[in-house]
C-alpha cells in the first residue's frame, strides 16, 4: 500500500533537517512530536494548499531581505501576547542557514 503523502512529507522533512519520523502508532496528540530530532520539536503539516495570506507574507519578507538576513513572517492574532506569535521560515531557508543534514 503506498504511503500517504503526509507520512511521506513528514520522512523528507526529518531526513533534510536530520531527524527521523516518530511513527503515529501509540502517541497522543501532544505525546511526541511528527520528528524526533536533538533541539527542534518539530510538527509537520501537509496540507493541498496554504493560506495566500501566508504565502504572501512570506513573500515579502523574502522580498526585502538584503544579503544575509534570514527571511521571517511573524503571525500575530489579534489580543494574543506576542510571545503566543507563530515564526516562519521557509524550510529551504533554514537549510540555506544551518545546512542540510548529512
Given at each position: 500500500?503506498?504511503d500517504r503523502a503526509w507520512k511521506a512529507?513528514?520522512?523528507?522533512?526529518?531526513?533534510?533537517?536530520?531527524?527521523?519520523?516518530?511513527?503515529?502508532?501509540?502517541?497522543?496528540?501532544?505525546?511526541?512530536?511528527?520528528?524526533?530530532?536533538?533541539?527542534?520539536?518539530?510538527?509537520?503539516?501537509?496540507?493541498?494548499?496554504?493560506?495566500?495570506w501566508i504565502e504572501d507574507a512570506m513573500?515579502?519578507?523574502?522580498?526585502?531581505?538584503?544579503?544575509?538576513?534570514?527571511?521571517?513572517?511573524?503571525?500575530?492574532?489579534?489580543?494574543?501576547?506576542?510571545?503566543?506569535?507563530?515564526?516562519?521560515?521557509?524550510?529551504?531557508?533554514?537549510?540555506?542557514?544551518f545546512g542540510r543534514a548529512k
Open positions: 500500500m503506498p512529507t513528514e520522512r523528507r522533512v526529518a531526513s533534510m533537517i536530520g531527524g527521523q519520523r516518530v511513527p503515529i502508532t501509540g502517541r497522543q496528540r501532544g505525546d511526541v512530536p511528527d520528528v524526533d530530532h536533538p533541539w527542534p520539536s518539530v510538527e509537520v503539516k501537509h496540507r493541498k494548499r496554504l493560506p495566500a513573500g515579502q519578507a523574502r522580498a526585502s531581505a538584503r544579503s544575509g538576513q534570514l527571511p521571517i513572517a511573524v503571525l500575530h492574532e489579534s489580543q494574543r501576547q506576542h510571545t503566543q506569535d507563530l515564526f516562519v521560515v521557509r524550510l529551504g531557508d533554514w537549510l540555506d542557514w
